[in-house]
């Protein structure tokens, strides 16, 4: 492998997220801000209305637009050399960083005041589900979504699978312990609902098509580790932890340990770019390798 800082100027050494984009160059985003590298250079992005550097969660829209945000809730797009703001959800979002999918028609963002449709061309913002909404995860048509509802003057800890305006409940989380950093990782046939309580890691089983739930058994490395990313590769599970990456066969519905990658650093993205032989690793204090 090759630290990233050695063979060019890196920008930063504190990274959350890589993504390819269909031209090949690779984009991070940073604390600093966000960056794309052509092999050579970095190129900064940034808009003069920006609340704060760092910015999150990469995605890639359909015409080639690459989206991300902040906790300040602004929501950004780069095309054609800019950083364009699309809007300044400050008010939805209430400083807590929130998830977003990108919709045929609109954007849809999950915050602790509820789910919005906000319109691409003329930004109609609208409500379709009321309640905090603290973790989410999409594949395919489907959302996936941990939220914390008042039923009968006491807090449900629920899991919602939402297809369009449509949603239905899957499962209550019944926890005597507090649920701390829950996060949904959906895939092709599964997803996974972690938790840490207790200072434990749970992990829960959704079946996509019948949307059964099963409890797992956590593998004893992650048990204490704090998670950052779930991704498949391969047919295998990648998760992205405190000590580096724990690469797991799955299969019966039990994690077997493959191999442990860059035991010492926190990793928080991998991307494997176009010709399959590249790994590209961001890791949270410590720049990037590949």
Known sequence: FEHLANISNLPDVEFYDILEDHNHYIWFAADKGLFRYDGNTYQRYSHPNQKANSLFQLKEDDD???WCNNIYGQLFYAENDQLHLFLDASQLVKGQLAAYTILENDIRLFTITGIYDVNKITKKITNIFEGLCISNANSHDSN???????EAGLNKNSIYKIEGDHRI???DIESLGLIQSPKLFAFK????????SDDKNIIYLTNRVDNSVVKLETPPQLNN????NLLSFDNDYWFLTTAGVFVYEFKDQVFSLKEQLFNTE????????????NYWFATLDNGVFV
């Open 64 to 66: 080639g637009k690459i």
């Open 225 to 228: 580790k704090t998670l950052y």
């Open 144 to 150: 996936y979504v941990f939220t914390i509802n008042e």
């Open 169 to 171: 409940k899957i499962f």
């Open 266 to 277: 926190s990793i928080t993205d991998v991307e494997i770019d176009y010709n399959n032989n």
């Open 189 to 196: 046939n599964e997803v996974f609902f972690t938790y840490k």
